[in-house]
């Protein structure tokens, strides 16, 4: 069992940054492939970023690639996305994702977190 809890959100003009975080609570956090979703109202929850379990590779969707970058501490147990350059198409709810040993190109998450409402302003 994985609980996350996400921090960071808020409401940002378009062109601004954010940092989202995301705290995950394991003994075993090593072993998990971290993801970040999002879902704007209305509409499905898509994936947004993933990094792998074993090492730093990386992987995003298309809308986003070029403006966000995630990352993690497993000293920490934390894993981040930076956000920046952002866009009224971005506001949604975001959320952290875990799947141990997950495919982090195909990343579905087993354990997730409560989601931080990301609001960008025109």
């Known amino acids: 069992q994985v609980q996350l809890v996400e921090s960071g959100g808020g409401l940002v003009q378009s062109g601004g940054s954010l940092r989202l975080s995301c705290a995950a609570s394991t003994r075993t956090f090593s072993i998990y492939s971290m993801g970040w979703f999002r879902q704007a109202p209305g509409k499905d929850r898509e994936f947004v970023a993933a990094?792998?379990?074993?090492?730093?590779?990386?992987y995003y969707a298309g809308s986003v690639k070029g403006r966000f970058t995630i990352s993690r501490d497993n000293a920490k147990n934390m894993v981040y996305l930076q956000m920046n350059s952002l866009k009224p198409e971005d506001t949604a709810v975001y959320y952290c994702a875990a799947e141990p040993w997950g495919n982090y190109a195909a990343l579905k998450g087993d354990y997730w977190g409560q989601g931080t409402q990301v609001t960008v302003s025109a």
């Open positions: 990094i792998t379990w074993r090492g730093p590779n990386t």
